[in-house]
T-cell receptor, first 116, second 115 residues
Framework: DTGVSQDPRHKITKRGQNVTFRCDPISEHNRLYWYRQTLGQGPEFLTYFQNEAQLEKSRLLSDRFSAERPKGSFSTLEIQRTEQGDSAMYLC??????????????FGPGTRLTVL | QKEVEQNSGPLSVPEGAIASLNCTYSDRGSQSFFWYRQYSGKSPELIMSIYSNGDKEDGRFTAQLNKASQYVSLLIRDSQPSDSATYLCAVNMQRGGTNAGKSTFGDGTTLTVKP
């Protein structure tokens, strides 16, 4: 257990429905990342926050996806009008930024989404 | 060409042997390199990080980095059946702050350690 929690752990929904996932990072971590992983692939970057600011969003991410981190603590990822291609494991990671260089990311357990 | 490439495997080694996992990356600006272990159905677990050319050892694990050749490797000594998992290589660029933390992952190498 890294200290990053995600909820729910599993979500089954019908095509066209909206879903929302939550991530609670390690408390002292100011950066929060969302990734998506499908079977046989590595995690694919979606977006990330430093505190409450969303600093980068993948160009591959359609406008059906939106993420927020309103108070710089927990984050939510919403998918509107889900499609079967959205079925994947959605991973959240957090890190503590350093003045120089990069930081080490710790992953939560993931939310597995199945779109029927 | 993918930004981070790994042999998908499967790589099979006998118990007690050395497992060698390799990763190449395309962006010469990459500065930080990570190895994660991922068991089936679970999330990635950090094993090693390496930032400078050379070797870095942590218990049975050794990460090796060669920036000139743009490759990073992971050696697992005295392999155990519990090491059987998918190993993910991740690469970060350093661009002075804002997107320095973003990781680009390979698709992983599946390792099987046979008793």
């Amino acid at each position: 257990d890294t200290g990053v929690s995600q909820d729910p752990r599993h979500k089954i929904t019908k095509r066209g429905q909206n879903v929302t996932f939550r991530c609670d990072p390690i408390s002292e971590h100011n950066r929060l990342y969302w990734y998506r992983q499908t079977l046989g692939q590595g995690p694919e970057f979606l977006t990330y926050f430093q505190n409450e600011a969303q600093l980068e969003k993948s160009r591959l991410l359609s406008d059906r996806f939106s993420a927020e981190r309103p108070k710089g603590s927990f984050s939510t990822l919403e998918i509107q009008r889900t499609e079967q291609g959205d079925s994947a494991m959605y991973l959240c990671a957090s890190s503590k930024s350093r003045d120089r260089g990069t930081d080490t990311q710790y992953f939560g357990p993931g939310t597995r989404l199945t779109v029927l | 060409q993918k930004e981070v490439e790994q042999n998908s495997g499967p790589l099979s080694v006998p118990e007690g042997a050395i497992a060698s996992l390799n990763c190449t990356y395309s962006d010469r600006g990459s500065q930080s390199f990570f190895w994660y272990r991922q068991y089936s159905g679970k999330s990635p677990e950090l094993i090693m990080s390496i930032y400078s050319n050379g070797d870095k050892e942590d218990g049975r694990f050794t990460a090796q980095l060669n920036k000139a050749s743009q490759y990073v490797s992971l050696l697992i000594r005295d392999s155990q059946p519990s090491d059987s998992a998918t190993y993910l290589c991740a690469v970060n660029m350093q661009r002075g702050g804002t997107n320095a933390g973003k990781s680009t992952f390979g698709d992983g190498t599946t390792l099987t350690v046979k008793p």
